[in-house]
Every structure is written in C-alpha cells, then in structure tokens.
C-alpha cells in the first residue's frame, strides 16, 4: 500500500467512491476505520449504511488536505429516524503515516438540518485557508473560520456515527454514496 500511496500523492487530485459495483451486506473494499458496517440496498441502490457508533474513512494515500480541497457527498437516512438519534460527523485529523496511526490533530465539523422529513441531502465542503465553507443542496449553509490549525498537515478525513440513548437501533441509519474528492 505505502508504495502506491507515494505514487498517488503526485499523480491522482482527485477520487470518487460510490457503492453501485460494492457487494451488499460487506465492508466496502478500499475502506478503514471500524469494520461494523456494510454497504446496504436503500431505495434500489447500493450505499454505505452507518447503522452502528464508529468511524470509517476511503483510502486516502496521505494526501494532505490542503487550500482549496473539496469533499462531497450524499447522504440519506430513514424518514422516521428519531429526532434525537445521535450524531453524524465528518472529521478532518493528521495522522502520521509512517508510524501508528494515533491522530496527532482531530477536528469534528456537526452538520445542522439533519432530521425528519429533511433526509436527502447533498453536502459540499471546501477549505478556503483556515476557513471551512459548507454547502447544503448548493445553498451555502456555513463558513467556518479557523477549522483549519495553519501548523497542521491534514491527511484524512473520516465519517463517523453516534448513536444517541434513545436511538432506535433498527431504524437509526444514515445512508453515504457519491462520495467525491478534490485535492
């Protein structure tokens, strides 16, 4: 792996993960973090169902997650999730590649508008210095000043899910596709 890493660090700018050629009921292929998940079938199409508390990122080669980086994705869940069913995260760490993976700097963005009837959405997030801009269906939602420390290396970025006390664990799922990247 690390050595197409150091070739994908100068050659690829950019990735895109969807889950239509992924087998159901497995753990994507080309995927880290917990393996307490499978790609699932939600409205006839493949997607990655976080149905459990943890964290999951694509393999990213160690590209470093600079000015101007993009991230996007889909993201669905069940209609009658409950209000108070726990957290959906996206994260941006450093995480020293050559040595264990212990993350050196983690920052933890919380999405607002994410209930009930609201439950397709489209997210779009691009870092603009230290700032971090992020679009919801095209309507730009935030812009967060300071996400980004200026003497960090981001070089990943995870997805995670926590589930709240009162979470129906049956039905308390977010749904990930059409994930993609710009570096």
Do not use: C, H
């Not at 997210?123 to 200026?150: T, Y």
């Amino acid at each position: 792996v690390k050595a197409s890493s150091k070739t994908n660090q100068s050659v690829i700018s950019s990735y895109n993960y969807s889950f239509e050629n992924s087998s159901v009921n497995k753990f994507p292929a080309g995927w880290n973090g917990m393996k307490n998940i499978t790609v699932q079938q939600y409205e006839n199409k493949n997607w990655l169902a976080l149905t459990k508390d943890g964290y999951w990122y694509p393999q990213q080669f160690n590209k470093e997650i600079s000015n101007n980086f993009n991230l996007s994705f889909d993201i669905i869940w069940n209609k009658d999730i409950a209000y108070n069913s726990g957290l959906f995260t996206v994260s941006f760490s450093e995480i020293p590649y050559d040595k264990n993976e212990t993350v050196a700097v983690n920052k933890r963005i919380n999405l607002p508008n994410f209930y009930l009837t609201k439950n397709k959405q489209q997210i779009k997030m691009q870092r603009k210095g230290n700032a971090l801009l992020v679009f919801i269906n095209d309507n730009k939602e935030a812009e967060l000043e300071n996400v980004f420390l200026p003497s960090v290396k981001y070089n990943l970025y995870t997805f995670s899910r926590y589930k709240g006390n009162n979470s129906d664990n049956k039905n308390d799922v977010f749904y990930l596709s059409n994930i993609n990247t710009g570096y």
